[in-house]
């Protein structure tokens, strides 16, 4: 799944409000901020602080 461009565009990071960017390896939308990577659960971005796996 692709997410378009004006969806990336309005997407932010729910911890920091940081911009997010999307990882098609990982099939989530990544904050190199905070180190926090959302995952994409049938093509719908979760976006839970709950449910962010932290990245190195």
């Not at 729910?14 to 990882?23: E, I």
């Amino acid at each position: 799944m692709a997410l378009s461009k004006e969806l990336l565009e309005i997407l932010a990071c729910p911890k920091c409000k940081g911009d997010l960017t999307y990882k098609e390896t990982d099939n989530g939308l990544v904050c190199d901020k905070c180190k926090l990577m959302y995952p994409i659960k049938d093509d719908i971005p979760v976006m839970l602080i709950e449910e962010a796996v932290e990245i190195k």
